[in-house]
């Protein structure tokens, strides 16, 4: 069986958003996350308290190339860069 490659968009609490892709389908890949970055966005401990963060798939495909995959990644991260 194929493995499913996704293009996915995580949605921090402040709003911001990351799009990336995962060729392995992987439920607990988020990115890579910079942890230094994160910390800036929530500086308090009141921020820190409580925060969800939703993972969403964006498009799938068991049948597209790498290649294909990361193409499409580039037209999420067009189309959502104005989020």
């Known amino acids: ?13 402040n709003g911001k958003i990351y799009v990336g892709s995962d060729l392995t389908d992987s439920i607990a890949y988020f990115g890579s996350p910079q942890a230094l970055l ?4 929530f ?3 009141a921020s820190r308290r409580r925060m969800s963060v939703c993972r969403e798939i964006l498009w799938e495909s068991d049948k597209a190339t790498d290649a294909e995959v990361r193409r499409k990644e580039r037209e999420f991260i067009r189309l959502l860069g104005g989020q």
């Open 1 to 13: 069986m194929a493995c499913m490659k996704i293009v996915y968009k995580v949605t921090w609490p």
């Open 38 to 41: 994160i910390e800036a966005d």
């Open 43 to 45: 500086p308090t401990r």
